[in-house]
């Protein structure tokens, strides 16, 4: 007798156990690890799904006791078992139940439907069609002698063509296909999301650098490879001349890029040299189209899929190489439970089927780079651009000085300069603000009020009506509101101030909304492009204004974060940081190398072609250190600084660090909660650990936001060396701790996060 050890479909953790099933006689081919079935759970024997996640012929219980599979769900994808291992390592490494892991790792559940080409073909001879055309005349069977007709003269017909214009049905169809008059010809059609699909032809040979860089990562036998390169020193070649040679092996290779923004540039860049080879997914993408891209590579149709972090489960059966470009972005975390990093599950995934992982960055993470350093990983360099450009030149301006000498507009008189002289060159100029919306923070000048989410413990962010971008849809005109950008909450922006009547309210701060308004009044020739999370609401939001600017149908693209990653602009020969300053004030050990590497980044925009560049860089604290390396582009600089600060404040990555964030409606719950599981992980440790030991247990506080949508949350932070260290005290906390008084209160596992609570 076989057995099935399985998943519920559940997600709860009293569930987060295997269950074991017997196999039915008969069914045992369809059964195997990644399947889906149904089941019969609990008292009241109800029909529910669940995964195998193992098939053994060895009985965990009393098999008189054991009740048996149903069958399997039809059309389900079976997860392949690497896929299961995964999961079961986001499992153990992030804090989720394994139900949620097998969710993460396989994003389309059910099969769905496939979409075919079909074709209707004559297939008879011409004394047939003669007798068939006499016999349907005399029967007056219009339509079969219409369709007769129109074969005879064209011999294949489409089969929509058939249906649509010549108004046959299906079934008429059908019956000729019965009576041997006619075949059809069946073919299956993959939803491909990449429209403009021509291989153009590919002509760069590698530089020196490149070479030594591509060869020296095929011949070493490490896994990891991190290569820091400044923008445009041609990183993006050498990444397609590993995978050409990954292809050649008959092997296959995933492209990780940070976020959806950036497909389209370098979706471009992969089809001129690998064509239809490639594609793409994300979360854009239609179901049908997702499970398409799986099932292309599953088959080997595809040899390259390029996506965001969810990409790294594509189920290649020959995964050869995983390339993670721009490896330093935050967006390769996870931000829903499990909250995974993409960097660390490509590792396992490599290590796990004999592949290669090459990071990428200008501005490499201080976690790489620090891994680097010590051995873990192979360290690349590449220190000049590919093209004789140059690196651009970088100014800082300091707005005080600006404040001081009569200036109120938010230009520099260094930027203001450049811009007027590269609007008259025709040249194109990038203006990057580190914020959306039209302002931070709204609040009255009388009484000082400030305006805040009633269910979120944020400020509210005005909106304004005008919206000069390209998709004119999401705001009409005239509609001031205030939005949470936390929970959505909006109301119309109020006239007076709801605490005092005074109509001294108004909004401070920087948003691409004011920036533009300033560009329309300041340069009125201009034309200008907006690209923020209004402009983009849309599928091809991204595409639309990005290529519109690459086509030069712009001179200025203001925008945020979205807007200084990675694109290559030939003609773009100015970049403005319109305020430098907001992302240091964020409240987190990363801030200030979230803040190096955007600048630096930012910096890179400028003078990709043959022009040469200028970047100006506006700030209110000139002398911050993040400013000044970013100034100087000088890495070494930051990141030993960094490491400095990160050793003595015991942060990631010198140490490990677990936050354990807690939520709750029910305020005074929750307060009783953290103190019970600080007490329960205490004695655990006392028992549990040796002097050497060092962990440092931060809190339970109350979270800096510490309510979001009328949840109260608060956070408890675990640092270690040692990172398994930590996962135990996850595994005891999952396991132990729980009561049913507590059931109302949710508890979640951040590893290393990327960003404070
Ligand atoms: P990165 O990915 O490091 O930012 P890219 O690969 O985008 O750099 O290269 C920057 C520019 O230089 C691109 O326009 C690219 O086509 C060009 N380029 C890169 N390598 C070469 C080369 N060996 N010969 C000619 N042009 C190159
Ligand atoms: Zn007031
Ligand atoms: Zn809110």
């Avoid at 690890?33 to 995964?51: E, Q, S």
């Avoid at 219980?61 to 392949?80: L, N, W």
């Avoid at 000085?401 to 520099?412: A, Q, R, V, W």
């Avoid at 949350?713 to 729980?738: A, C, M, P, Q, W």
Wanted: aromatic content about 8%; hydrophobic content about 35%; some cysteine.
């Amino acid at each position: 007798m076989l057995f099935a050890n399985i998943i519920v479909d559940i997600t709860h953790e009293k569930l987060d156990k295997t269950f074991q099933y017997i196999i039915p006689a008969g069914i045992e081919e369809k059964i195997y690890a990644g399947v889906l079935v149904y089941i019969p759970f609990g008292r009241g024997n109800r029909k529910i799904t669940g995964y195998v996640i193992e098939v053994t012929d060895k009985a965990e219980y009393d098999t008189d006791k054991m009740k048996y599979i149903i069958d399997t769900v039809d059309k389900s994808v079976p997860i392949e078992t690497t896929l299961i291992k995964l999961a079961g390592y986001i499992k153990e490494n992030y804090g989720s139940t394994m139900n949620q892991a097998l969710k993460t790792v396989i994003p389309v559940k059910v099969q769905k439907k496939s979409i075919e080409n079909k074709t209707i073909i004559l297939d008879i001879d011409e004394k047939e069609q003669e007798e068939y055309r006499q016999s349907f005349a005399k029967k007056h069977a219009v339509a079969r002698l219409r369709l007769l007709n129109e074969l005879i003269i064209n011999k294949r017909l489409s089969y929509r063509l058939v249906t649509e214009k010549l108004n046959v049905t299906s079934k008429t169809i059908g019956d000729m296909e019965k009576l041997g008059i006619l075949r059809i010809e069946r073919e299956r059609l993959y939803r491909t999301p990449i429209k403009n699909n021509i291989k153009t032809g590919y002509d760069i040979i590698l530089n020196d650098t490149q070479r030594r860089v591509a060869e020296a990562i095929e011949k070493s036998d490490d896994t990891v490879h991190l290569i820091r390169g400044v923008t445009g020193s041609g990183k993006t070649e050498v990444y397609m001349e590993l995978i050409a040679n990954v292809l050649n092996e008959g092997k296959e290779a995933i492209v990780l890029i940070p976020e959806i923004a950036l497909t389209y540039q370098t979706v471009m860049r992969f089809y001129k040299r690998f064509g239809d080879m490639v594609s793409i997914v994300n979360s854009k993408l239609s179901a049908g189209e997702k499970y398409d891209q799986f099932e292309m590579a599953k088959e080997g149709r595809v040899k390259i899929m390029i996506g965001p972090r969810s990409a790294v489960f594509t189920p290649f059966r020959r995964l050869g190489l995983i390339i993670i470009d721009e490896e330093h972005e935050g967006t390769y975390k996870s931000e829903a439970v499990p909250k995974y990093h993409a960097r660390e599950v490509a590792i396992y995934r490599a290590r796990e089927e004999g592949a290669k992982v090459v990071l990428g960055s200008a501005t490499p993470s201080v976690d790489s780079y620090y891994r680097a350093e010590k051995g873990e990983y192979r360290l690349y360099s590449m220190a000049h651009r590919a093209r004789e450009a140059r690196l651009p030149d970088v100014m800082v301006a300091d707005m005080r000085i600006e404040l001081e000498n009569g200036n109120k507009t938010m230009f520099s008189g260094k930027l203001n300069g450049l811009i007027t002289d590269r609007l008259k060159k025709k040249e194109q100029i990038i203006l990057f603000i580190n914020r959306r919306g039209f302002a931070g923070f709204v609040s009255c000048r009388s009484c000082g009020e400030a305006m805040k989410c009633p269910h979120c413990d944020v400020g509210l962010t005005l909106h304004t009506g005008r919206n000069w971008g390209i998709d004119n849809n999401s705001v009409r005109a005239g509609d001031n509101k205030l939005v949470c950008h936390y929970c959505g909450y909006t109301i119309p922006m109020p006239k007076n101030c709801p605490n005092c009547r005074s109509k001294y309210i108004a909004a401070f701060g920087i948003g691409t909304q004011k920036v533009e308004e300033s560009v329309h009044k300041l340069y009125p020739s201009a034309r200008v492009l907006r690209m923020d999370m209004d402009t983009t609401a849309g599928k091809d939001g991204h595409e639309k204004i990005l290529s519109a600017f690459a086509n030069g149908e712009a001179d200025i693209l203001i925008g945020t974060q979205m807007i200084v990653k990675g694109h290559d602009f030939p003609n773009v020969t100015l970049v403005g940081v319109i305020a430098a300053d907001l992302s240091l004030y964020a409240s987190d050990y990363r801030a200030s190398e979230r803040t190096f590497q955007l600048l630096t980044q930012a910096a890179g925009r400028a003078g990709r072609g043959d022009k040469e560049g200028a970047v100006v860089i506006q700030t209110y604290t000139p002398e911050n250190p993040a400013i000044i390396s970013s100034s100087r582009q000088d890495y070494e600089e930051f990141y030993n600084r960094e490491k400095i600060y990160r050793t003595l404040m015991e942060y990631p990555p010198v140490y490990h660090m677990m936050a354990i964030l807690m939520t709750s409606r029910d305020k005074s719950l929750l307060d009783e909660f953290a103190e019970w599981i600080k007490e329960g992980i205490e004695e655990y440790l006392e028992e549990n650990s040796d002097n050497e030991e060092r962990l440092r247990l931060i809190g339970p506080a109350d979270a800096g936001i510490s309510k979001i949508n009328d949840v109260y949350r608060k956070v408890y932070y675990i640092k270690s060396e040692n990172y398994g260290r930590l996962t135990h005290i996850k595994d005891f906390v999952e396991n132990i701790l729980y009561e049913e008084k507590y059931k109302n209160v949710a508890i979640q596992y951040d590893f290393n996060p990327m960003s404070g609570y």
